[in-house]
C-alpha cells in the first residue's frame, strides 16, 4: 500500500491558523478512525499530538485540533507559535495485513 | 516516566545483518504492543513491525517480510529487531515505539542503521 499523501510544506503567521491534509484511501483513513499526527522537531523524536481522528493526549495543548472527512483527514493548528514550526506526520490504521501507514510529512513554517 | 532506549545501529555492509533492540522502563512492558518505525534521512516515518504484549502476533511491512524479524523479552522488557539482507534502502533512523490503542504514544531516541559498501 501506498504511503498517506500530505503536502510538503505549510505556513502561517504567528496567531494564525493553518490546516494541513493527509489523503488516503477508503482502506485506510475513510475506513477507520484510526488517524493520528506526530509533531517532530529537527533532530528530536516525534511526539503524538492527536489520536482517533480527534482525540489530545494530556498536556497537548487545545491550539492542536484534528478532523476528518471520508478519505481526508486534517490537522488544524490556531493561534500559531514560534515553536510550533516543525514537521507534521499523519498515520493511520489500514487494516490486518499491512496495517500502518505515515504520510511524507508537512514542514510547517511560521513566517 | 516512560523510557525507551534503542542500541545495535551502525554501518553494515549490504547483504549485512544487524540486530537492534529497545531497553524499556517505567511501564509495565508485557502489556503494551511494540513497534519498529524508521525514518530514512530527510523523509517521512514508516513503520516497519509490531509485536504484541505476549509476542503471539507479528506483523511486518511487506518491504521487510522475509528479512526482518521482530522479537521481545518481557522478563527483561526489551524489544528486538533482526535485520538479514540489508539494503541500501534500509538506511534510517530505527525508532521504537509503545502501541495502544491503535497509536504509537512514546517513542525511543532512535538508532541509526547505515547500509552502505
Known amino acids: 500500500q501506498s504511503a498517506?499523501?500530505?503536502?510538503?510544506?505549510?505556513?502561517?503567521?504567528?496567531?494564525q491558523s493553518v490546516t494541513?491534509?493527509?489523503?488516503?484511501?477508503?482502506?485506510?483513513?475513510?475506513?477507520?478512525?484510526?488517524?493520528?499526527?506526530?509533531?517532530?522537531?529537527?533532530?528530536?523524536?516525534?511526539?503524538?499530538?492527536?489520536?482517533?481522528?480527534?482525540?489530545?493526549?494530556?498536556?497537548?495543548p487545545d491550539r492542536f485540533s484534528g478532523s476528518k472527512s471520508g478519505?481526508?483527514?486534517?490537522?488544524?493548528?490556531?493561534?500559531?507559535?514560534?515553536?510550533?514550526?516543525?514537521?507534521?506526520h499523519c498515520s493511520s490504521y489500514a487494516g490486518h495485513n499491512n496495517p500502518w501507514l505515515f504520510g511524507g510529512g508537512t514542514k510547517l513554517t511560521v513566517l | 516516566e516512560v523510557q525507551l532506549v534503542e542500541s545495535g545501529?551502525?554501518?553494515?555492509?549490504?547483504?549485512?545483518?544487524?540486530?537492534?533492540?529497545?531497553?524499556?522502563s517505567g511501564l509495565t512492558f508485557s502489556y503494551f504492543w511494540m513497534s519498529w518505525v524508521r525514518q530514512a534521512p530527510g523523509k517521512g516515518l514508516e513503520w516497519v513491525a509490531n509485536i504484541k504484549g505476549d509476542g503471539s502476533?507479528?506483523?511486518?511491512?511487506?518491504?521487510?517480510?522475509?528479512?526482518?524479524?521482530?522479537?521481545?523479552?518481557?522478563?527483561?522488557?526489551?524489544?528486538?529487531?533482526?535485520?538479514?539482507?540489508?539494503?541500501?534502502e534500509d538506511t534510517a533512523v530505527y525508532y521504537c515505539a509503545t502501541m495502544s490503542n491503535f497509536r504509537f504514544d512514546f517513542w525511543g531516541q532512535g538508532t541509526l542503521v547505515t547500509v552502505s559498501s
Open chain 1, 71 to 88: 478519505n481526508t483527514a486534517s490537522l488544524t493548528v490556531s493561534g500559531l507559535q514560534a515553536d510550533d514550526e516543525a514537521d507534521y
Open chain 1, 4 to 15: 498517506l499523501t500530505q503536502p510538503p510544506s505549510a505556513s502561517g503567521s504567528p496567531g
Open chain 1, 20 to 60: 494541513i491534509s493527509c489523503t488516503g484511501t477508503s482502506s485506510d483513513v475513510g475506513g477507520y478512525n484510526y488517524v493520528s499526527w506526530y509533531q517532530q522537531h529537527p533532530g528530536k523524536v516525534p511526539k503524538l499530538m492527536i489520536y482517533d481522528v480527534t482525540k489530545r493526549p494530556s498536556g497537548v
Open chain 2, 9 to 24: 545501529g551502525g554501518l553494515v555492509q549490504p547483504g549485512g545483518s544487524l540486530r537492534l533492540s529497545c531497553a524499556a
Open chain 2, 57 to 88: 502476533e507479528k506483523y511486518y511491512v511487506d518491504s521487510v517480510k522475509g528479512r526482518f524479524t521482530i522479537s521481545r523479552d518481557n522478563a527483561k522488557n526489551s524489544l528486538n529487531l533482526y535485520m538479514n539482507s540489508l539494503r541500501a
